[in-house]
């Protein structure tokens, strides 16, 4: 049984650019010109992609409250 994600319009975005990186049908430089990032950020995207899958391009704080709330 798969795992439904809830994933942002931000993160769908990104899945096939990062896909096409992983094929290297597109650069970094240029996916990171497309996405607003850097290379080094897109580097750190690919790599979670591929350990971790579509969950990997999830923020990690979704669902937490944040680390800079006030109590």
Known sequence: MQ???T???KE???LPIIKSVIDRKMTQIEA???LGL???Q???VVSNFISSG???LIHRLR???SNHQVS
């Open 38 to 40: 850097t290379d080094r």
């Open 3 to 5: 795992e439904l994600l």
């Open 7 to 9: 994933m942002s319009k």
């Open 42 to 44: 897109i580097r750190r």
């Open 32 to 34: 990171a010109s497309s």
């Open 63 to 65: 669902g937490k409250p």
């Open 54 to 56: 579509p969950a990997g």
């Open 12 to 14: 769908l975005n990104r």
